[in-house]
């Protein structure tokens, strides 16, 4: 019988292994302090200063390909250093230890106070996740957010069943409705909640600058319907009333483009052309062939086998193109006086930098609110800045979290390349302690048509690692809710973060 063969390292080997992790470790304090001192504001001298301090050590940490030292570490049975988000330091630090016993080294680092306790991070996380959110439904630490739709104004039953069946988050969308409709919401939730002894909080979005398609121009007695396809040229007008259909000069034969209104003329000045556009949720992508006075001449590059129907308030996104618009709307700035009053928790659409954030920031100074805010990211610019928007979320009194809107990322960033980012806000926002929403698309198949799909049931299950899961609304919503309360429970037995619970199997 053949006994295996054991290779054992040579203790110089594992000195040179402990002196890569003693300058890893100088080199991620040193560029982490820099990085703080670069600050252009103080962090309040509480636990987001730590929760600051280990998001900086974490990007310095990740800042280079940490892959061949992960491999030596694994080949020795040592934490490769790859789920050490919310506690970097300490992570470091408990295979420095080991290396030193084995290799006989008295150490004298200086110690670090994001090294003391290894708990410390996700104990952060964990308190703050309940101050927004409150208790969940059931003990666990994911919650279920859900959009109201319009019918919740009317209908309290609706809303009832929503958080007797899990919903622990009431998601109303200033962008629809209005204040009176928003008023009857609150009164329902505020009943609903009281009725069943469950919390459930208010999360009121303000609507942001949403680039929209203008209405569909309709002639008498029918509505007229414009269809593109892949090569079909057209205008995005920012002067026109209405859109309509690309016709035929009956003087000279001439094809006339279709022309699409567009929402505000804002951003035409600002956009390039060879710059890309996306119509409705990346369902028709095009590219600027040329400006005019009042638009752009743009050709289709993507739009499927039979074309993509246009229809009125779908948005426009600008992938490659960094807007300057302003974070609140006057519309935002009027809604921010019903939400102060009224909401537990403020979402911000479209936050690109730490600046926008700012801007909300003074707005509710101004108000005396310390509501918690909630920065969507939803742009390729966003993502960019992501580190700064948390940092400065982090100087901010009141709580503070992130939503990842997979919707907009995945025209802005597409598909493949979103996949990959949703993980990395993941891992940064574990690393500050901060709570993340994951939202868009989840169980929308169920929610709108009452038809589970498998690979949102697979997405569903991911999104347990998230502190909340947002539902749009649908007809089926309830079902959606229950369904999606049931895989919650489930996934937490088996995963918290990126680590795999080993709980029993049972088969």
Known sequence: MNMPQYIYETESNLSLLLDELLQLRANIIQHAEERLARLSYLLPNDDRQTSAMNLC??????????????????????????????????????????????????????????????????QILARRNQELFGKSYDGGYTHIMTTLPSEAAADENLIKDLINNGTSCARINCAHDNSSDWQCMVEFIQAA???????????????????????????????????????????????????VPSTVNPMTSEHVPAIIACSTDAILDQIKVNDTVWIDDGKLGSVVESKMEHGLRLRVTHAGPKGVSIKADKGLNFPDTVLDLP????????????????????????????????????????????????????????????PEIILKGLSYPGKFAIMIARGDLAVEL??????????????????????VIWATQVLESLAKKGIISRPEITDAAMSVRAECVMLNKGEYIISAVIILRNIINRMQTHQYKKVSRLSALRW
Request: hydrophobic share 40%; net charge negative; with cysteine.
């Open 414 to 435: 597409g598909s493949v390349r979103l996949a990959e980012t949703q993980e990395e806000i993941l891992w940064l926002c574990e690393a500050a302690h901060i709570p």
């Open 193 to 243: 909640a009281a009725e069943s002894g469950k919390e459930c909080r208010i999360f009121m979005d303000l609507a942001g600058m949403k680039i929209r398609t203008g209405k569909i121009a309709s002639k008498k007695n029918s509505k007229t319907k414009i269809r593109l396809f892949e090569g079909d040229i057209f205008e995005l007008r920012c002067d026109a009333k209405a859109s």
């Open 57 to 122: 050590l974490y990007l310095a940490f990740r800042h280079c390909d940490n892959w061949p030292l992960q491999q030596k570490l694994t080949q020795l049975g040592l934490s490769s250093l790859g789920r050490g988000e919310s506690n970097i330091l300490e992570n470091i630090d408990r295979v420095i230890g080991l290396l030193s016993q084995v290799t006989n080294h008295q150490l004298y680092t200086e110690p670090h106070t994001m090294a003391q306790n290894k708990f410390i991070g996700n």
């Open 327 to 386: 974070t609140l709307t006057s519309k935002d700035i009027k809604d921010l006086d019903f939400v102060c009053r009224h909401a537990d928790i403020i979402g911000v659409s479209f936050v690109q930098t730490a600046d926008d954030l700012e801007q909300v920031i003074t707005e509710l100074n101004a108000r005396n609110s310390l509501m918690p805010v909630v920065a969507k990211i939803e742009t390729h610019e966003a993502v960019k800045n992501l």
